[in-house]
């Protein structure tokens, strides 16, 4: 389980566009579509804004 303050990485779909958490695991599968997403490519990054 997670500390509070720590989140689990979302990632979003290049095939479906779903957005779902990763729950750290070695690979990313949609669960929407059951696509094998690759990691760094479709993880959201939640400060995109702020660079």
């Given at each position: ?41 479709c993880r959201l990054e939640k400060n995109?804004?702020?660079?």
């Amino acid at each position: 389980m997670l500390e509070d303050g720590l989140t689990t990485p979302e990632y979003q779909c290049s095939r479906c566009g779903g957005i779902f958490n990763g729950q750290g695991s070695p690979s990313v599968c949609c669960p929407y579509c059951a696509m094998i997403c690759d990691e760094i490519s479709c993880r959201l990054e939640k400060n995109e804004q702020e660079k």
